[in-house]
């Protein structure tokens, strides 16, 4: 059974930084791509940043150069460094995952944790 758990949103002023984790389990990482979303009030779901089961890694233009998505193997976790955060970086965060190559669109995606808030305040 595929599970994907999200942690470690939170609350923030502008400019800071908050670190999102997604444990995942029931499923071989090389095989899958592995992406991070996030959703505003009233705004579609966007994807934020992935990286694929060959490791590439990309990133939604507004987020360039200030977060990072890595994964874990080992331990079984996906992550997202999120840097310089400004009040429009605000919304539920989803890590998501589906097999073989990428989707750019949230359809396109089968699992998705429960998600995780973050606010940025100005």
């Known amino acids: 059974q595929v599970q994907l758990v999200e942690s470690g949103g939170g609350s923030v002023q502008a400019g800071g930084s908050l670190r999102l984790s997604c444990t995942v389990s029931?499923?071989?990482?090389?095989?899958?791509?592995m992406a991070w979303f996030r959703q505003a009030p009233g705004k579609e779901r966007e994807r934020v940043a992935r990286i694929g089961h060959d490791g590439g890694k990309r990133y939604a233009e507004s987020v360039q150069g200030r977060f990072t998505i890595s994964q874990d193997t080992a331990k079984n976790t996906l992550s997202l460094q999120m840097n310089s955060l400004k009040p429009e970086d605000s919304g539920m965060y989803y890590c998501?995952?589906?097999?073989?190559?990428?989707?750019?669109?949230?359809?396109?995606?089968?699992?998705w944790g429960q998600g995780t808030q973050v606010t940025v305040s100005s």
């Open positions: 998501a995952a589906m097999r073989g190559y990428c989707a750019a669109d949230a359809a396109g995606f089968t699992y």
């Open positions: 029931g499923f071989t990482y090389s095989k899958y791509c």
